[in-house]
């Protein structure tokens, strides 16, 4: 699990606290097995775009303030930092890149 996947999990987790719901509210409320979003929340189970767009909807978030990180690859890039970070970050960015395209597949199936 990246540190990217990891500050998105205490994301939701504050979120859902704040929220004052219970992770089956949660679970129950964007459409996901309670077991699904028990292991995600645990760091045993990857999230995928849909299902982090849904959790982001129900705790009142959008997208972006889930997931941002507090620094763009263009600026880390810039700033000159570590090697290991830059690769994990350009390969969230192709995950991400490959989520656009699946949900722009399936929306285009759906017109």
């Known amino acids: ?6 500050k998105v999990l ?3 987790t504050t979120a859902l606290s704040d929220a004052g719901k219970t992770q089956t509210e949660l679970a129950h409320e ?4 309670k ?4 292991k995600a929340l645990a760091g045993k189970r ?3 775009l849909f299902e ?3 959790i982001a909807d129900v705790l009142g978030l959008t997208l972006d303030e889930l ?14 930092i570590e090697e290991g970070v830059l690769n994990e970050a350009q390969s969230e960015c192709a995950r991400i890149v490959e989520d656009f395209l ?3 597949a399936l929306v285009g199936e759906q017109r």
């Open 67 to 80: 997931v941002a990180d507090d620094q763009p690859v263009f600026a880390m890039r810039a700033t000159g």
């Open 1 to 6: 699990m990246s540190a990217r996947d990891v």
């Open 52 to 54: 982090t767009a849904a």
């Open 35 to 38: 077991t699904a979003l028990s």
């Open 46 to 48: 990857r999230l995928n």
């Open 30 to 33: 964007t459409g996901l097995e």
């Open 102 to 104: 699946t949900l722009r």
């Open 10 to 12: 205490e994301r939701i």
